[in-house]
């Protein structure tokens, strides 16, 4: 049962994690900068290359955060004492995704400086190699690091819990459930969708996006509570 309530935390995690969204509007600026520029097989690969580079950074930040807990603690989980206070943080961003995560008016400009929001939206612009693109993948993950930080811990921490195996199957779970929004773009886009649609659906569903974000963060939390504060039986 103890499985279950870590594979359920990793999880929740991650979905979380898959709706922040400055790693879908960059790729999407980058869509829109590369489709003018190049032939469409270019684009495919520069896509493919931020794609990679967005996950590496998960990846990395996981893996980290993995070997970090088990050296800190002797491959114990986290004490009650740092889990509570990752709980308090992801109940502040629950209320960070409601009120100060999308700018105001129609755009679905993020919560970030606009100077980093500048430049990001220039490298988009001038990306021309899958060395640019990847690199544009792992700024965009780690522009967000502030909100996703207690979520990658969260879920190291729960993976940490797990036998070898199943640690190897959802530390890949957990990168591609946070990548699978911009799969979702890439696959919409070859289809026959244009990066125009897929931003106006950001447009139109922005206010369901913020609120299904801070939800999210809100169960996490509450889950933590019940089953490892609390230690209600599952």
């Not at 930080?149 to 199943?166: D, G, R």
Request: positive net charge.
């Amino acid at each position: 049962m103890s499985d279950i309530i870590s594979i359920g935390i990793i999880f929740l995690a991650a979905l979380t994690h898959a709706f922040l969204q400055l790693g879908l509007g960059s790729l999407l600026l980058l869509y829109h900068a590369s489709l003018g520029k190049h032939v469409q097989e270019k684009t495919k690969t520069l896509v493919s290359s931020f794609i990679s580079g967005f996950g590496m950074i998960v990846l990395l930040a996981v893996a980290a955060s993995c070997f970090i807990i088990y050296s800190v603690f002797d491959g114990h989980s986290l004490p009650v004492e740092l889990l509570s206070a990752l709980i308090g943080i992801i109940f502040a961003v629950a209320i960070i995704m409601w009120a100060f995560y999308y700018r105001r008016g129609k755009t679905t400009e993020l919560w970030i400086p606009k100077t980093i929001a500048r430049f990001i939206s220039s490298r988009a612009r001038v990306t021309n190699s899958n060395t640019e693109a990847f690199s544009l993948g792992l700024l965009a993950c780690f522009a967000e690091f502030p909100l996703s930080f207690a979520l990658v811990v969260i879920a190291a921490n729960s993976i940490l819990e797990l036998n070898i195996v199943e640690r190897n199957i959802a530390l890949v779970g957990y990168i591609l459930i946070t990548i699978l929004p911009l799969v979702i773009a890439r696959f919409c886009i070859r289809r026959g969708k244009t990066v125009v649609d897929i931003q106006r659906w950001r447009e139109k569903n922005k206010t369901f996006l913020r609120i299904i974000s801070g939800i999210l963060f809100l169960v996490l939390g509450t889950f933590l509570i019940a089953y490892r504060l609390i230690g209600i039986p599952l």
